[in-house]
């Protein structure tokens, strides 16, 4: 099944897209296998493991499934001083 998911890219992501946000088409049966399709399409640096995933607005897990109509963010580490 096909879902339209928003997605939203942060700090180095975004950097590495070249977008902040994107709509998807995707047949991803789990988050984490979106991220692993855009990760390959973008070049994407960090591994799932090293990021939090959110999903309209609240930390989701990665097997679970991106829903039509979502706002997907993918949130890398964030480093300080």
């Given at each position: 099944m096909m879902a339209r998911v928003t997605?939203?890219?942060?700090?180095?992501l975004r950097d590495a897209?070249?977008?902040?946000e994107d709509?998807?088409?995707?047949a991803a049966t789990s988050l984490r296998?979106?991220?692993?399709?855009?990760?390959?399409?973008?070049?994407?640096?960090?591994?799932?493991?090293r990021l939090r995933v959110a999903v309209d607005g609240a930390f989701a897990r990665w097997?679970?499934?991106?829903?039509d109509g979502s706002?997907?963010?993918f949130?890398?580490?964030v480093s300080g001083g």
């Open positions: 997605v939203l890219y942060f700090a180095s897209a070249g977008v902040a709509t998807v088409e995707t296998a979106l991220y692993d399709g855009l990760r390959e399409r973008h070049g994407f640096a960090l591994p799932a493991e097997d679970d499934a991106p829903a706002e997907v963010a949130i890398p580490p």
